[in-house]
């Protein structure tokens, strides 16, 4: 279920990028204002499209928020896994080492080899 309103979620958040980059700039502060007059020649008009846009982006809006709501829900109620310090002893222990007593990691479990008998020096030629 929750795979299904995070796809659901994804969708909406690229639908509204879309929408809202879709609408004319009404303010122009970057001296980038829309560039298509009002001519007959297209589908709809200036103000019909731009209706139909913000209707698109509140919509949209709607649907983002009652999905992340829904996640937030899912994330609360859904079985998270135990936090670290419940599972701390009651007694602190000190690491091995340090007391002198040996502790019971791997390196503590390797035997060295015997020392050599005799002269540590190679045979002369």
Same mark, same amino acid.
């Given at each position: ?8 979620? =994804?969708?909406?958040?690229? +639908?509204?990028?879309? @929408? %809202?980059?879709?609408?004319? /700039?009404? !303010?122009? $502060? ?22 139909? =846009?913000?209707?698109?982006? +509140?919509?949209?809006? @709607? %649907?983002?928020?009652?999905? /992340?709501? !829904?996640? $937030? ?36 479990q390797i035997k060295p080899a015997p $020392? ?10």
């Amino acid at each position: 279920m929750e795979t299904v309103i995070i796809v659901i979620h =994804l969708m909406v958040v690229l +639908a509204l990028v879309l @929408v %809202v980059l879709l609408q004319r /700039s009404e !303010g122009g $502060a970057l001296g980038m204002g829309g560039g298509g007059g009002g001519g007959g020649g297209g589908m709809m008009s200036a103000r019909g499209s731009a209706n139909i =846009l913000t209707r698109a982006t +509140a919509a949209l809006a @709607v %649907v983002f928020f009652a999905t /992340s709501l !829904g996640l $937030a829900i899912i994330a609360k109620n859904g079985e998270r896994p135990a936090s670290i310090l419940d599972a701390v002893p009651g007694a602190p222990t000190a690491p091995a080492g340090n007391d002198g007593s040996s502790g019971n990691g791997i390196l503590d479990q390797i035997k060295p080899a015997p $020392a050599p008998e005799g002269p540590q020096v190679p045979p002369a030629q």
